[in-house]
């Protein structure tokens, strides 16, 4: 039940601190407002959040690019010669 009360605004280390959750939607629904209008009004949280959601989705998207194989096989000889030091 709401009161109509709007809920205050988490602090930038609030933010800072969740910043993952809100970022993957693990935010209750009731406080993700609240870190929204936060990130809307807060230039420096807003910038960081938008880089970290860029961020975010750069990994992913890094994630999903398949290694050729003769790349992959130039890269293990590689490892190989550096880690297995002088003879």
Not at 6 to 35: M, N, Q
Not at 69 to 78: D, F, G, K
């Amino acid at each position: 039940m709401s009161t109509g009360e709007p809920h205050p605004l988490p602090t930038c280390r609030e933010v800072f601190d969740h910043l993952s959750d809100w970022a993957e939607g693990r935010i209750p629904e009731a406080d993700a407002e609240g870190y929204q209008r936060h990130l809307e009004v807060c230039p420096p949280c807003g910038s960081l959040a938008r880089t970290y959601q860029s961020l975010a989705w750069v990994a992913r998207a890094a994630l999903e690019v398949k290694m050729p194989e003769e790349a992959r096989q130039r890269l293990w000889q590689l490892l190989q010669s550096r880690f297995r030091g002088p003879n």
